[in-house]
């Protein structure tokens, strides 16, 4: 079992930065890719970037492409979402994920795009852009 902790959601104006963490306990979180998932009010949770188990690879959701960027360092058993140049937009609830899927960067099916292909979730973090 793998509990998963998040922090670093808060609130911060347009063109600001913020940094969530989030951190598992209970298991090594080098077992597992790591994603990022957004859900704001009365709307679907949708992918926002996810990272191989070494962190050589990544994807990203075009609407974040070039502002966020997803890391880990698996030595603190962390997986990281440095988010730049904030938007309005941006303001949702941001929950981190772990999902025993196999890697393949050459297929939108295999770099953990889906919420179907994770099997631990965090409580979720909130995250709010004034404009």
């Known amino acids: 079992q793998v509990q998963l902790v998040e922090s670093g959601g808060g609130l911060v104006q347009a063109g600001g930065s913020l940094r969530l963490s989030c951190t598992a306990l209970?298991?090594?979180?080098?077992?597992?890719?790591g994603g990022w998932f957004r859900q704001a009010p009365g709307k679907e949770r949708e992918f926002v970037a996810a990272?191989?188990?070494?962190?050589?690879?990544?994807y990203y959701a075009d609407s974040v492409k070039g502002r966020f960027t997803i890391s880990r360092d698996n030595a603190k058993n962390t997986v990281y979402l440095q988010m730049n140049s904030l938007k309005p937009e941006d303001t949702a609830d941001y929950y981190c994920?772990?999902?025993?899927?196999?890697?393949?960067?050459?297929?939108?099916?295999?770099?953990?795009?889906?919420?179907?292909?994770?099997?631990?979730w965090g409580q979720g973090t909130q995250v709010t852009v004034s404009s």
């Open positions: 209970g298991r090594s979180f080098s077992s597992y890719v």
């Open positions: 994920a772990a999902a025993s899927i196999s890697w393949n960067p050459y297929s939108r099916n295999y770099v953990g795009t889906s919420p179907s292909q994770y099997d631990y």
């Open positions: 990272i191989s188990r070494s962190g050589g690879s990544t």
